[in-house]
């Protein structure tokens, strides 16, 4: 049972930063997508950024390319979502993943973390 355990998420001004963590108690397979998710009520639930776990690839959705980056550390038992020019628009409940994906679609994760709100405030 992988467990996922999120960090992070506040109250930013738009243009602002936030990082966001995900530590998890097991290794994620090699074959699955370690990824990060966003959730509204108009949008429902997205997929954002993912990494591959065997790989390292990283993958993101055009949304957010070019102001988030996703990683790992080290040891491979925390993933990061570093937030740039943060937009109100990017105001969700953001959820942390494993599973064997595809990458975008929430059908293909097991696991979840707990969830953590990030705002942004025009």
């Known amino acids: 049972q992988i467990d996922l355990v999120q960090s992070g998420g506040s109250s930013v001004e738009a243009g602002g930063s936030l990082k966001l963590s995900c530590t998890t108690n097991e290794d994620i397979y090699d074959y699955y997508y370690w990824s990060w998710f966003r959730q509204t009520p108009e949008k429902g639930r997205e997929a954002i950024a993912a990494i591959g776990s065997y790989s390292g690839k990283t993958f993101y959705d055009n949304s957010v390319k070019g102001r988030f980056t996703a990683s790992r550390d080290s040891t491979k038992t925390t993933l990061f979502l570093q937030m740039n020019n943060l937009q109100p628009e990017d105001t969700a409940m953001y959820y942390c993943?494993?599973?064997?994906?595809?990458?975008?679609?929430?059908?293909?994760?097991?696991?979840w973390g707990q969830g953590t709100q990030v705002t942004v405030s025009s």
């Open positions: 993943a494993a599973g064997p994906g595809p990458w975008t679609s929430v059908s293909g994760y097991n696991f």
